[in-house]
């Protein structure tokens, strides 16, 4: 018996792989020590989901994915393209912090701290891990207050 053929619509694809790119990364970075292997799978579901939120998402889609990609240079111990990164989600943040959730600024300086961590800039880390931590304590749902300190509680300065 064939199997039944699924139809999208170009939008529906591009969402699809958008969010499956981007929620197969998770795993990799929550691993105690991910292989350069995996890291290096991980950044290009990164820059894959990237490029489709670019083609159907918004600026609140464009925030997290350029986050992600920060995230895993950020992993890979890749100072100079996890700034980038991170200095984009940052600037598109700004650009559009009436659309953000009031942990999506959260995420973001946390990004800015693990990727001044990872370009060995002390003193800017540590700058960033403050106001992650300032946006943390402004978020008013239980939850999402403890996923992203968890996320927070694991960037040394």
Not at 113 to 130: D, F, L, P
């Amino acid at each position: 018996m064939a199997e039944k053929e699924t139809k999208f619509t170009i939008e529906e694809f591009h969402k699809k792989i958008a969010v499956e790119t981007n929620n197969q990364i998770w795993p990799i970075l929550d691993a105690k020590n991910p292989t350069r292997a995996n890291l290096e799978k991980a950044l290009h579901m990164a820059y894959t989901s990237r490029y489709h939120w670019s083609k159907i998402g918004t600026a609140v889609n464009a925030v997290r994915a350029e986050y992600m990609i920060a995230r895993v240079y950020s992993a890979m111990k890749r100072g100079e393209p996890a700034l980038f990164h991170a200095k984009r989600c940052l600037e598109i943040a700004q650009e559009n912090k009436n659309s953000l959730k009031d942990w999506d600024l959260a995420f973001v300086y946390e990004v800015m701290a693990r990727a001044q961590s990872a370009a060995e800039n002390k003193t800017e880390c540590k700058k960033y891990h403050k106001l992650a931590q300032n946006a943390i304590n402004a978020i008013k749902g239980p939850e999402d207050k403890k996923i992203c300190q968890g996320e927070l509680d694991k960037v040394t300065c």
